[in-house]
């Protein structure tokens, strides 16, 4: 969900309004996701590593969430409704209720 979210912002062809936020470092991620990181970074989209390595990737990814949250002022997310992949976005988007950021959430089939 999170590379085809990826592709479709790049293919807006406006690079420097995408950022995006890894629970861990580069090294950390699968080959396909270095490869549209890798080009993302050419592309001069803002890749932001939290590094958080040494922990497991749920907790990297509530610091994750936690970090995007306290630099947006709006929320759109793409949610798959497969509750083993949605656990960690459905947490997110209710954080981001509770601290008072507008939400907007697509459920993917």
Request: proline fraction near 5%; charged fraction near 25%; glycine fraction near 2%.
């Amino acid at each position: 969900t999170n590379r085809a979210v990826i592709r479709g912002a790049m293919k807006a062809a406006r690079p420097e309004l995408l950022s995006i936020v890894l629970p861990q470092s580069l090294a950390k991620q699968d080959e396909e996701s270095r490869r549209l990181l890798r080009q993302c970074l050419d592309a001069g989209v803002e890749v932001i590593e939290l590094s958080n390595d040494d922990l497991p990737l749920p907790d990297a990814a509530h610091f994750c969430n936690s970090h995007i949250l306290d630099r947006v002022d709006r929320l759109v997310s793409f949610v798959s409704l497969a509750p083993s992949q949605s656990e960690t976005y459905r947490s997110l988007i209710d954080e981001a209720k509770e601290q008072g950021i507008s939400t907007t959430t697509f459920y993917l089939d």
